[in-house]
């Protein structure tokens, strides 16, 4: 939290070393959610990118009210739904690779492959969801946010996070039965 | 509480978000209830897949880019950008810019002949002052005669009204109050009288001096179109305008010459009208007189334009005619 908060300092001093640190700090959660909602690799970058430039800009205004990440992820919330809702998204079509991921060890040919199938399964539960719940369950389940933060970041009240990330969850054991019985 | 009731809350309870007494609403149910109790197990696994899911990674390369793209941009690449707007953009724009300048040209251009006739008119009060008139009070007051204003006309003020034409002349009487119409008629009749009247008396009527002074020409000729231009074309280098009519040409010409170069002068210009031929001269301001008094014996001289006070060198234009 101190570190932050020195962070913090350091970036509304202009200090172009310290805004390099944020984006090393926040540069794969950041690109996660992007990537999560939008399906799109290159896509996801581009909102990515966009994000860390739009918080750069407004460094200034910052006044450290919510914490840094939680102001990220809001700024990369709100670029996602805007681009999910833009007329030329309709032409995006996603990525059909699987994530780049985590080495995992040594593990065998047969568990890889489980575990590809499962990451993919979940992958596409999870871009099947409604993009309300889409994103509060990737920013719940996946970033770990509280309840209060969720709200603050896409501006609901809790009640309202809660409700629509207990649709998400049933709208996701319903997809993922076969992994879960 | 039933079982709708209960998994209504399972998602908050797996999150730990329910209070003490939900909590235990919903614990005193799952007690009782088998089939909720295998909804929460699969919600639990449901959360614990998604929770467990591999995490993303970003691509190589990205926080190089990004910091790069922070760097502030140089004013030489967004003056490009600009240049480059797309097309959709810069195409209205250009078109706004375009009326806007040409809105703007025609509003001065506007401006600037309704000026112009103004100034052309302002310039008179020299001839006028002569006249001893003296320019009317703007709010429309009766005009006043006043004592002879000192001749300050330069040269070229001169020249200015002389070269107005007679359209700009009629154009800017209409917008004369009562007084300046007066003066101005007052002044055309005179003007028409001298036009008439040899040089010589002109010059006699100011003592011993030559005719220096300003007169427009005869109004509602044929020719008064020409004669303008003709006018216009010599007083933007002759300091006096004047006309020869000389039974022959040739010989008048030969005489002003030869008169010129006697009086230590030199010809400067000679070129042909379509009725007439100018001849430019130059000589020094103190032999004027007797070039004015010598060149009526060639013909019948008058002046039609003349500075107050001669120069030290003096540049005429002679038009000769028949």
Not at chain 1, 151 to 163: C, I, Q, Y
Not at chain 2, 68 to 87: E, F, K, M, Q, S
Request: hydrophobic residues 45%.
């Amino acid at each position: 939290m101190q570190e932050e908060a020195a962070l913090v300092v350091r970036l509304r001093q202009g200090d172009r070393r310290a805004f390099e640190e944020l984006v090393i700090a926040y540069q794969h959660r950041v690109f996660g959610i992007a990537f999560r909602m939008l399906g799109n690799r290159a896509e996801a970058e581009e909102i990515a990118q966009e994000t860390f430039l739009r918080a750069y800009g407004a460094l200034p205004d910052f006044r450290g009210e919510a914490r840094l990440h939680t102001w990220l992820y809001a700024i990369a919330s709100r670029l996602c739904l805007n681009r999910l809702a833009s007329a030329d998204r309709r032409l995006v079509r996603s990525d059909d690779e699987a994530l780049a991921t985590a080495p995992a060890g040594e593990p065998s040919a047969a568990a890889v492959l489980e575990r590809a199938e499962l990451d993919a399964a979940v992958r596409e539960a999870i871009a099947a969801l409604p993009e309300e719940r889409r994103i509060v369950v990737v920013l719940r389940d996946v970033e770990g946010l509280s309840y209060e933060e969720i709200g603050e970041a896409l501006g609901l009240e809790p009640g309202t996070v809660r409700s629509r990330l207990h649709r998400a969850r049933l709208d996701l054991k319903a997809k993922l039965e076969r992994f879960t019985r | 509480m039933n079982c709708h009731d209960a998994r209504e809350l399972f998602s908050a309870l797996i999150d730990e978000m329910l209070t003490r007494e939900e909590r235990a609403d919903v614990y005193g149910h799952l007690a009782t209830c088998a089939e909720c109790r295998r909804e929460l197990a699969a919600i639990e696994r449901t959360v614990s897949l998604v929770r467990g899911a591999l995490p993303v990674r970003a691509p190589a390369g990205f926080v190089d880019r990004v910091v790069a793209a922070a760097r502030p941009t140089p004013w030489y690449v967004r003056a490009a950008r600009a240049a480059l707007l797309p097309w959709p953009v810069k195409l209205p724009l250009g078109a706004a810019a375009v009326l806007l300048v040409g809105g703007l040209a025609v509003l001065m251009f506007r401006g600037g002949q309704e000026q112009q006739s103004t100034a052309r008119y302002d310039t008179a009060p020299p001839v006028l002052a002569d006249r001893r008139v003296t320019e009317a009070p703007t709010d429309g007051a009766p005009a006043s005669t006043a004592p002879a204003a000192p001749a300050p006309p330069e040269v070229a003020s001169s020249d200015r009204i002389g070269a107005a034409g007679e359209a700009d002349r009629t154009a800017a009487a209409s917008r004369l109050d009562p007084a300046q119409k007066r003066a101005e008629q007052e002044f055309r009749a005179e003007s028409k009288a001298r036009d008439a009247a040899p040089a010589d008396n002109l010059g006699a009527a100011r003592g011993s001096a030559p005719a220096l002074q300003s007169a427009p020409p005869a109004a509602g000729e044929p020719a008064l179109a020409k004669r303008e231009g003709l006018r216009q074309k010599a007083a933007e280098k002759a300091d006096v305008i004047a006309r020869l009519a000389a039974p022959d040409r040739d010989t008048a010409e030969r005489g002003v010459v030869a008169l010129v170069a006697r009086l230590g002068g030199t010809v400067t210009a000679r070129r042909i009208e379509a009725d007439a031929a100018v001849i430019e001269v130059a000589i020094p301001g103190d032999r004027y007189g007797d070039f004015a008094r010598e060149i009526g014996r060639l013909g019948a001289f008058s002046v039609e334009s003349a500075p107050p006070a001669a120069p030290d060198t003096i540049r005429i234009a002679v038009r000769l005619g028949s």
